[in-house]
């Protein structure tokens, strides 16, 4: 009922919502009894463009772009700065992150990497005490519990307002204060806490509270927020209105630049003013391929995730998915071998690509697709242990994503992120910005997991202004006359590769429709721990068991992704769908 209260409430931004078609899947969805936002409310089509974001209201203020007659650079970033206010968990102001543009004018696709960088005082052992250990570092005599994940000395240079406003002043159409009304807006006025946000406060209580500023907005008078409750952020909106009389400079050189660096300095931190005047947004290359009659633009390093993408598409070419059931035990066998031998490549070859070798011809080429796969057994699981051992890379489930496409054909993919939920727990005094955590992303102790249980090897090592790996994949697919098909991507560490290649096949090869593209079971295998990952109750059991005969070793998880796509009919309606698995709503204009 949350969802549906705050829907009605900005119902208003987004003017008439096409009704959703009446739906009738032919194969099992994923299902869970955590969600409960009706399917039907997971899709909305029109002419006139779509947005599909994580939260409602994010969708709404973007498809308020395109009404006043935006384009998808416009609604994407007005969708990315409301979703930093209603999503402080997964991605926020003091984040950074990857856009993928398509202009549809030129026929061109642009990537733009605005991702959070090591700080210039950064080095490879800055967590470390002199016996090797994590540093004892404590906030006003309270412990933190990780250093690399906890507090100031985690936070790297943030670049997500560098960078879509540096987009949006290139490609929009609309002014920077219009797409930024409805974030102040949001901020200002507040909005109900919904129950994943309640959730995740608590998850990161004991964090949180230790710094005042932290405290004073997620745990007012000492208790979590609860469903329910409102959550305005004046001072956020103070910083939001700045922004949007001064553009970029009022983050990174002004007033709140200023506080900023003084908060870190409260901390033990090594982020500096200078790091913050410096950080510029970097154009890179995209990464492409070819998969049946499809061309496919993804995210090139210091993102693995469009790299393997392609890699795994290329290994699943040769066969016919099409006869193949989606949810059989042929077609997951295959699926799981082909992700095993992408993430061993992952784990060894993959790093910031301005600072270490990264052989991405090689990888996304058909004939090392084909020598992978010279290895594969019909019958028989693949040791991991064959693989060379090396260390492997993960990050954060806490993470978001946008797709939109406009009436004119532009696309935007955008993935954004504070890396761990709420990022470091600190929110920079006087301005309401959560601040990242992204220096966990690097190896940050040799040998050592971070949080979410993975290590990482020597190209991923800290160096000043060096971009940590990530799994963010932003992805284009266009049809075979070359106009967008599909913007598709998720959120979820190393799952993000995996959950969005699966909305891919699940459009190109079983020829879903795009509720059931988004909403079909899904599997992870990541090469190390050597297991599948599958979602609770939605597989049978027969397959399971014919699974483990094969040799594989089965774990259940709740959910894999939270897919954010923009399909495109054969009418030319964009047709947006919002993953079940999460909290978001599309919308049109």
């Not at 543009?101 to 470390?128: I, N, S, W």
């Not at 932290?214 to 939001?240: E, H, M, V, W, Y």
Request: hydrophobic share 40%; charged share 25%; glycine share 8%.
């Amino acid at each position: 009922m949350f969802i549906r209260k705050l829907f009605l409430m900005f119902i208003l931004l987004a003017a008439c919502v096409t009704p959703p078609p009446v739906v009738n899947p032919p194969i099992k969805l994923f299902s869970s009894e955590v969600h409960q936002i009706p399917r039907d409310e997971q899709i909305r089509m029109s002419p006139d463009g779509a947005v599909a974001s994580a939260h409602p209201l994010a969708s709404l203020a973007g498809a308020s772009m395109l009404k006043r007659g935006g384009n998808a650079v416009d609604a994407a970033v007005a969708a990315s700065f409301v979703i930093s206010v209603v999503r402080p968990q997964s991605t926020g102001i003091g984040g950074g992150g990857f856009l993928l543009f398509h202009d549809a004018d030129k026929a061109k696709q642009k990537v733009f990497d605005f991702r959070e960088r090591a700080p210039g005082r950064a080095t490879v052992d800055m967590f470390l005490a002199k016996n090797g250990d994590y540093k004892d570092l404590k906030f006003d005599g309270i412990k933190i519990p990780n250093p690399a994940v906890d507090g100031h000395l985690s936070v790297a240079v943030p670049g997500l307002v560098k960078g879509i406003l540096e987009v949006h002043e290139r490609y929009g159409k609309l002014d920077r204060q219009t797409v930024m009304a409805p974030a102040i807006d949001i901020a200002e006025k507040g909005f109900d806490v919904y129950p994943a946000l309640a959730r995740d406060i608590r998850s990161r209580e004991s964090v949180l509270k230790i710094f005042p500023a932290s405290r004073k907005i997620f745990l007012p008078k000492g208790q979590p927020l609860k469903a329910g409750d409102r959550l305005i952020q004046k001072d956020l909106a103070a910083t939001l209105k700045a922004i949007s009389r001064l553009g970029s400079a009022a983050f990174y050189e002004g007033e709140i630049a200023q506080k900023i660096i003084a908060e870190i300095k409260k901390g033990q931190g090594i982020l500096s003013a200078a790091d913050l005047k410096a950080y510029k947004m970097i154009e890179r290359i995209p990464v492409s391929g070819h998969y049946r009659k499809s061309r496919i633009v993804s995210m090139p390093p210091p993102s693995s995730g469009g790299t393997h993408i392609i890699e795994m598409l290329n290994m699943l070419e040769p066969y016919d998915l099409s006869k193949m059931n989606p949810r059989g035990s042929e077609y997951l066998h295959l699926l799981t071998e082909v992700m095993r031998r992408a993430f061993a490549d992952r784990a060894q070859e993959m790093g910031d690509s301005d600072f270490v070798d990264v052989p991405v011809a090689r990888l996304t080429s058909k004939k090392h697709a084909l020598k992978l796969m010279e290895s594969f057994n019909t019958e028989q699981a693949t040791d991991s242990g064959l693989f060379k051992k090396v260390a492997s890379t993960g990050e954060s489930p806490s993470t978001t994503h946008i797709s939109v496409i406009d009436k004119w054909g532009n696309a935007v993919a955008t993935t954004q992120t504070v890396n761990y939920s709420f990022g470091s727990c600190v929110v920079a005094d006087g301005t309401g910005i959560i601040l990242n955590d992204e220096m966990d992303d690097f190896t940050t102790k040799p040998g050592a997991q971070n949080v979410f249980g993975l290590v990482t090897g020597d190209k991923n090592n800290i160096k000043p202004w060096k971009t940590p790996l990530s799994s963010m994949s932003p992805t284009f697919v266009f049809d075979e006359s070359g106009k967008p098909l599909m913007v598709t991507g998720s959120p979820g560490g190393p799952r993000i590769i995996n959950a969005t290649l699966q909305s891919i096949i699940n459009i190109v090869d079983f020829k879903m429709s795009p509720l059931e593209a988004v909403h079909a079971t899904r599997i992870h295998h990541q090469w190390m721990p050597d297991k599948i990952y599958y979602e609770r109750d939605s597989l049978d059991p027969d397959v399971l068991a014919r699974l483990s005969q094969m040799g594989h070793k089965l774990d259940k998880m709740e959910a894999i992704g939270d897919v954010q796509a923009v399909v495109v009919g054969a009418d030319g309606a964009k047709i947006g769908v919002s993953d079940s698995r999460g909290d978001g709503q599309p919308a049109v204009p």
